[in-house]
């Protein structure tokens, strides 16, 4: 049972354009929304976060949005660098020290 | 401030066999998490250890075992080892908060291969 859904293993945009990541969950108990970017060969690095209580939270080229209603939430990348390609993983929690829930992740390719 | 640190970074065993991976958490956090990465998965909770007792664990079988020291370092003990325990082994820390995202610091990984 994923409760934590990337349904697009892959996306290729071009540099300067905006990459647009989606992901999908099920539980209503989820609190918090992380998504982390990762490089072969390296672990998981923390990338934005959003609280339920929120629709948007913005850091520079990124921006999360998130729709509770539809349990659905985006990472908006604008604009695309090639250094942003990686795997992209959507990851969600119900509390602060809770365990997280990951999705299967998307690659995210930029040309340049 | 030295990030989370794992070890070993590669390592080959057989079927049947027992595996120790270490893990060294960021300096200030006193919580460790364990995840499994399989191929083309995302990382799945194993357990999570705070002032060295396990409070709280996913869907993994009793062979699969940890331990957090009184420095915050951590240990993953993998008994009778299976061909699908093969995966990427990540550790990661985070101080202990009542609010907030409370984001976690991952380690580059352990990756096993069971032959």
């Known amino acids: 049972d994923q409760q934590v859904k990337q349904n697009s293993p892959s996306l290729s945009v071009q540099e300067g354009r905006i990459s647009i990541l989606n992901c999908d969950y099920t539980n209503s108990m989820f609190d918090y929304f992380l998504w982390y970017k990762k490089y072969p060969a390296e672990g998981p690095t923390f990338l934005i976060s959003i609280s339920s209580i929120k629709d948007k939270n913005e850091d520079g080229r990124f921006t999360v949005f998130l729709n509770k209603s539809a349990k659905h939430l985006s990472l908006h990348i604008v604009p695309s660098q090639p250094g942003d390609s990686a795997v992209y993983f959507c990851?969600?929690?119900?509390?602060?020290?809770?365990?997280?829930?990951f999705g299967k992740g998307i690659t995210l390719s930029v040309r340049p | 401030e030295t990030g989370v640190t794992q070890s070993p970074t590669h390592l080959i065993k057989t079927r049947g066999q027992q595996v120790t991976l270490r893990c060294s958490s960021q300096?200030?956090?006193?919580?460790v998490s364990w995840y499994q990465q399989a191929l083309g998965q995302g990382p799945q909770f194993i357990f999570q250890y705070y002032r060295e007792e396990e409070n709280g664990r996913g869907n993994f079988p009793p062979r699969f075992s940890g331990l957090q020291f009184p420095n915050y370092s951590s240990e993953l003990n993998v008994n009778a080892l299976e061909l699908d325990d093969s995966a990427l082994y990540l550790c990661?820390?985070?101080?202990?908060?009542?609010?907030?995202?409370?984001?976690?610091?991952f380690g580059a990984g352990s990756r096993l291969t069971v032959l």
């Open positions: 990661a820390s985070s101080p202990l908060i009542h609010s907030g995202a409370n984001v976690l610091t």
């Open positions: 990851a969600a929690k119900p509390g602060a020290n809770s365990k997280l829930t």
């Open positions: 300096s200030g956090h006193n919580t």
